[in-house]
């Protein structure tokens, strides 16, 4: 009985190791994972953003709405080197806008990147020490400037 159940076990794991295995995605695809999640990350920066915009040329301010949309950013902009970490460039099938410069500087990549989280807290205190806050200088200066600042320097047009 123990030798069955033994080998029910043995063949069991081999089993799901060769599942594993089989499971394991190519080169190509692991890139244009990696693009896709990059992409989602920088499609929420832009609804975090918009919130932010609209409020910045003239809609009416909403704290618990800017507030929310700086609370994504801190979080998604923190995000930014990691989903990174993997030069893509290699693979010319896939649809992105990263610019190749983004591995040959990935420090100067990642510090931008820093630097919006950065910006983002500064908002953040804005936000909560102000009631009324100047939303598009606030705005401009901790968090329009510095995306602008990557894109300029990282990003395809």
């Known amino acids: 009985m ?15 190791a060769f599942n594993v295995m089989a499971a394991q995605p190519s080169p190509e695809e692991q890139a244009a994972s990696n693009v896709a999640n990059r992409q989602a990350v920088f499609k929420l920066l832009s609804v975090a953003n918009g919130t932010l915009g609209g409020m ?7 704290a618990d709405a800017a507030k929310l949309a700086v609370t994504r950013i801190q979080t998604l902009a923190g995000m930014i080197p990691e989903l ?3 030069d893509t460039t290699s693979f010319s ?14 420090a100067d990549f990642d510090m931008m ?9 500064a908002m953040m205190e804005v936000l909560n020490s102000n009631a009324n806050p100047d939303i598009r200088a606030t705005f ?16 395809l047009d």
């Open 93 to 106: 099938n896939l649809d992105t806008r990263a610019a190749t410069t983004i591995w040959a500087n990935k």
């Open 56 to 62: 910045a040329r003239g809609a009416p301010y909403d």
């Open 140 to 155: 401009g200066a901790n968090i329009g400037q510095k995306c602008g600042a990557c894109h300029d320097r990282f990003r």
């Open 84 to 86: 990174f970490a993997a």
């Open 113 to 121: 990147a820093q630097d919006l989280v950065n910006g983002a807290n």
């Open 2 to 16: 123990k030798r069955i159940a033994f080998t029910g076990a043995a063949l069991l794991s081999s089993l799901l």
